[in-house]
């Protein structure tokens, strides 16, 4: 075999050597990505199941509910029969004598069997009394608060109609003409006192008609004129996208910890500061901006915001319907409910807008989206609610990420639902629509895949081929 030979026949296994190897790799590529597929769909068929197993247990105590009353009876009639049964098989064996025993004994288990059912029939009936009784004293406590307010504004414009026609000054007018009084007082000394007064500003307007040289007020008094405020606008943003953007920042970019807690704040308020819960906007016949405006301007005062009333009816359900009711009605982002909470988003508002605060150039707002996620973020460093805030940056999921931010803080409560696991699941689903809304490259990602499937499709059409 000559060298040229030689070397061609050595390229030739060095060629046969690199298919192997790389249909080897591509064997390897293969069963790692179709053992990767049946990971996934393993953990898609135990997510499945946990739903189901939920169902069904919800199920299991609804039907245990309803059947107990049945079942109970059942058993009770079960052991009479046994009963019975047991003493006609021991006093049939015997002989005549004793069967007039036997007529004596099973009357006598008749006449229980008839009073355990009558029993039984009277604390049904005393059951079904109580509750009708329980529900038409809280019928009659709602009616009771109802007149109760009418008499005391009946009462009150008796007492202002009774005090004009006697000719009597009420107390509020001497109280309305001191007050005036003494506003007439603090202004005349201020005029007298103050550089740049009434008087002062006359001395000058004459000195300007007789040709003497305009000083400025500004000079006169040093102060400058003083910027009208308005309230702070978002620009080129929404309030969902400025959100994510301080979320993202707080968390370091962990997006799962900020999908966690927007998921449960576009359930609660679909990123709307000025979001009011909806049978609050019933009670005070406005919509969520004009409530707000309200607000600011202190129309609706401080106490009304904290305790927003339901008709004067408590935490409970509603005249007995499946209507769970709450006192306080919710506000903001996270709708906040709780007095304690709304308090302290108010008193944060209060210092936002307070000189030397951030947002001291612009007029007080409630609904204010930068101030809101500020309040947001504060709430997540406060040591109440550290171990949660550690808990969610650590979430492997956006579901768990819910699930902390549901069971620690939130903690609403819902009669139809037995896990937070359940909620966690529904509110997660809102993840891919933030994303789409908020990420770039989440929209990157999903253009570049639309762009190489039109492709594949492009090149698998007939046309392509002509």
């Known amino acids: 075999m000559t060298y040229r030979n030689e ?50 247990y919800v199920s299991r105590i609804r039907e245990w509910n309803d059947g107990m009353l049945d079942r109970h009876r059942e058993k009770v009639d079960e052991r009479i029969a046994r009963r019975r049964q047991k003493i006609e098989d021991r006093y049939i064996r015997e002989d005549a004598d004793k069967k007039l025993k036997f007529v004596a004994v099973t009357r006598k288990t008749d006449e229980w069997i008839e009073d355990a059912r009558e029993r039984q029939d009277e604390r049904i009936d005393r059951r079904r009394e109580r509750v009708r009784g329980m529900r038409e004293r809280h019928e009659e406590e709602v009616r009771q608060a109802y007149e109760d307010e009418r008499i005391r504004e009946t009462n009150r414009m008796k007492r202002e109609t009774s005090e004009l026609e006697k000719g009597r000054i009420p107390k509020r007018w001497i109280f309305s003409g001191l007050s005036f009084l003494a506003v007439l007082l603090i202004f005349l000394s201020v005029e007298f006192i103050l550089p740049g007064s009434f008087l002062k500003r006359k001395e000058i307007i004459d000195d300007s008609r007789s040709g003497a040289e305009l000083i400025p007020v500004s000079e006169l008094t040093g102060q400058e004129k003083p910027v009208e405020k308005g309230y702070d606008r978002l620009v080129n943003i929404t309030q969902e996208q400025y959100i994510w953007n301080t979320l993202l920042e707080y968390f370091g970019g962990n997006k799962t910890a900020t999908l966690g807690v927007m998921c449960n704040l576009k359930v609660e308020s679909h990123f709307s500061a000025s979001c009011l ?82 947002g001291e150039n612009y007029l007080f707002n409630i609904a204010d989206p930068k101030m809101q996620t500020n309040y947001l973020i504060r ?17 492997e999921s956006v579901v768990d990420a819910c699930y902390y ?62």
Not at 26 to 50: C, D, M, P, V, W
Not at 286 to 305: H, L, P, Q
């Open 405 to 466: 931010w549901l069971k620690v803080y939130e903690i609403p409560y819902d009669p139809y639902c037995d896990n937070y696991y359940t909620l966690a699941f529904e509110r997660a689903e809102a993840a891919e629509e933030i994303r789409r809304n908020c990420d770039p490259d989440y929209r990157a990602a999903e253009q570049q895949q639309d762009t190489a499937e039109g492709e594949e499709n492009r090149q698998d059409s007939p046309e392509a081929g002509v």
């Open 7 to 56: 070397q061609r026949f050595f390229i030739y296994e060095i060629g046969i050597h690199s298919m192997r190897d790389m249909e080897s790799r591509i064997g390897k590529t293969n069963a790692y990505h179709q053992k990767r597929i049946e990971r996934l769909r393993e953990s898609e068929e135990r997510r499945s199941g946990y739903v189901q197993k939920n169902d069904e």
């Open 379 to 395: 709430i997540l460093e406060s040591d109440e609610y550290r171990g949660m805030t550690n808990m969610i940056r650590k979430a």
């Open 277 to 358: 819960e909806d049978y609050n906007n019933e009670f005070w016949g406005v919509n969520d901006e004009t409530y707000t405006d309200k607000v600011n301007r202190r129309t609706i005062d401080r106490k009304d915001f904290l305790e927003s009333r339901y008709n004067g009816i408590t935490n409970g359900y509603l005249n007995g319907e499946r209507m769970w009711v709450n006192r306080d009605g919710g506000y903001g982002f996270a709708q906040y409910t709780a007095y304690d909470k709304k308090e302290d988003l108010y008193k944060y508002a209060d210092a936002w807008f307070s000189p030397g605060g951030r």
